[in-house]
């Protein structure tokens, strides 16, 4: 009995602390305005598109994007290739012979697509690439001009260091004159087979 009393004793001493607490805290404060609950509609309305050519063109924009970021994946700003300083820029992949290169000097291979990347910042020029090798498949474009440009060598070095680091690229060489020489690089893209999976 006594247990049970003092137990009583100790929740009515708890309850009278929790009061003085409160008291205390709202002295504190002071007078309290009562806050307004903030709540953000967005104007995002999701219309569906109205036609069947419609959606098939938004599935495609979406699909370009989708592979896009995927061939920007590739490209690290931190990567360094160990590419030969001496002489015109080149490069071959192992599991390509270096004869390719040499075609490509030699103006054997005349571009499909030609990139020109004057004006571009390197976020700009990068996405432009991704696009670029990105259309290459869709185009079938298996020779590419990339013209870098020389002025302040910012993207006459990195465009060969993001392009060595993307799979589909089998080789690259300084351009012939007609391309642009020393300020354009030609590049041979492999081919992806369009019914492999």
């Known amino acids: 009995m006594k247990m049970k009393h003092m137990l009583q004793k100790l929740n009515n001493h708890q309850k009278s602390n929790d009061i003085t ?4 805290f709202q002295q504190s404060i002071g007078k309290v305005k009562r806050l307004k609950v903030d709540t953000i509609h967005f104007d995002k309305k999701l219309s569906k598109p109205k036609s069947s050519s419609q959606q098939k063109k938004h599935q495609k924009n979406t ?3 989708k592979s896009k970021a995927l061939a920007q994946f590739y490209f690290s700003d931190e990567f360094e290739p160990n590419l030969s300083t001496q002489g015109p820029m080149k490069y071959v992949r192992g599991d390509v012979s270096s004869f390719e290169a040499k075609n490509l000097r030699r103006g054997v ?3 499909d697509l030609i990139l020109d990347l004057h004006g571009l910042d390197q976020r700009q020029a990068k996405q432009e690439i991704a ?6 498949q869709k185009e079938h474009a298996q020779c590419i001009c990339i013209i870098h440009g020389v002025g302040s060598k910012v993207l006459k070095n990195k465009v060969p260091h993001w ?3 993307h799979p589909d690229v089998m080789a690259f060489h300084q351009a012939p004159l007609e391309w642009g020489g020393n300020g354009a690089l030609l590049a041979l893209i492999e081919l ?3 019914f492999k999976t």
């Open 192 to 194: 992806k087979d369009k």
């Open 131 to 136: 696009a670029l090798l990105y259309a290459c």
């Open 109 to 111: 291979y005349r571009p």
């Open 21 to 24: 607490d409160e008291k205390l």
């Open 163 to 165: 392009l060595v680091q």
């Open 63 to 65: 699909l370009h994007d």
